[in-house]
C-alpha cells in the first residue's frame, strides 16, 4: 500500500494518495447504497467503523477517559466517495481533496483490488509505532493517518472506494473522511 501525507495550516492534517481507472473498472461509481450490520455502512465498507473503533480501544498510551467510539456519517462518506471517483477518473492524480470542506482524511492505495476496509485501517494504524505521545512527535516519515484515527474530538468517520483497473496505479483506493477533523499543529490527538 502507498500513502502520501500533505500538512494543511492549523485545521488539519490532509492524508492522500494517488489513483486511476473507473470508480469499480465497470463504470460504477462504488459501493452499494445498501446498508449492511445497523452500523449505516454500505456495501463494500462492512467493518470500516469497527476497526475504525478497535484501533481507538487500543491506543497506547491507554487515553484517559477512553475514546468514544466513531459513529458512520453519510455526509462524509458522500465526500469521501466522491473524491475516490474522482482520483479513479483522473488516473494520474496526487492530491489531497481541495474541496473536502472541514473535514479530516485518510486516503490509501492498494495494488490489491480486493483490499478490505479493515486492512486499509491497520495500514493506517501501523503507523502508531512511529508516534510518541509525550513528544507529540512522529521518529518516522508521516504518523499523521494513526492520530487522525485517535484523535478524541472526532465522533464520526465515512468512507469511499474506487478500483482503477488499468495502467500502473491499478488497484483501489480508499478514503475516509473524520467530523470533526483532527491533525490540529501543536496539539495531541488525545
Known amino acids: 500500500m502507498s500513502v502520501y501525507g500533505v500538512t494543511r495550516g492549523a485545521p488539519a492534517l490532509a492524508l492522500l494518495l494517488v489513483a486511476c481507472g ?4 465497470t463504470g460504477g461509481t462504488g459501493p452499494a447504497s445498501s446498508s449492511s ?9 462492512e467493518g470500516m467503523v469497527a476497526a475504525h ?5 487500543r491506543a497506547t498510551p491507554a487515553p484517559s477517559p477512553p475514546l468514544g467510539t466513531l459513529t458512520w456519517s453519510e455526509t ?5 466517495q466522491g473524491w475516490a471517483n474522482q482520483l479513479a477518473a483522473d488516473c494520474s492524480q496526487l492530491a489531497h481533496n481541495p474541496a473536502r470542506g472541514d473535514l479530516g482524511e485518510n486516503a490509501a492505495w492498494t495494488s490489491d483490488p480486493t483490499s ?11 503507523e502508531a509505532a512511529c508516534y510518541d505521545l509525550a513528544a507529540n512527535a512522529c521518529s518516522c516519515a508521516q504518523c499523521g493517518h ?12 465515512g468512507c469511499g472506494t474506487a478500483r482503477c483497473t488499468r495502467g500502473a496505479m491499478a488497484g483501489r483506493f480508499w478514503v475516509c473522511n473524520y467530523d470533526p477533523p483532527g491533525n490540529y499543529l501543536g496539539h495531541r490527538p488525545y
Do not use: C, F, I
Not at 53 to 57: G, I
Not at 76 to 80: E, G, I, N, R, Y
Not at 116 to 126: F, K
Open 22 to 25: 473507473t470508480a469499480d473498472g
Open 37 to 45: 450490520g445497523g452500523t449505516g455502512e454500505p456495501a463494500g465498507m
Open 53 to 57: 473503533n478497535a484501533v481507538r480501544a
Open 146 to 157: 494513526y492520530t487522525q484515527l485517535v484523535w478524541r474530538t472526532t465522533t464520526e468517520v
Open 116 to 126: 478490505t476496509a479493515t486492512a486499509v485501517v491497520e495500514m493506517w494504524a501501523g
Open 76 to 80: 462524509a462518506a458522500a465526500v469521501a
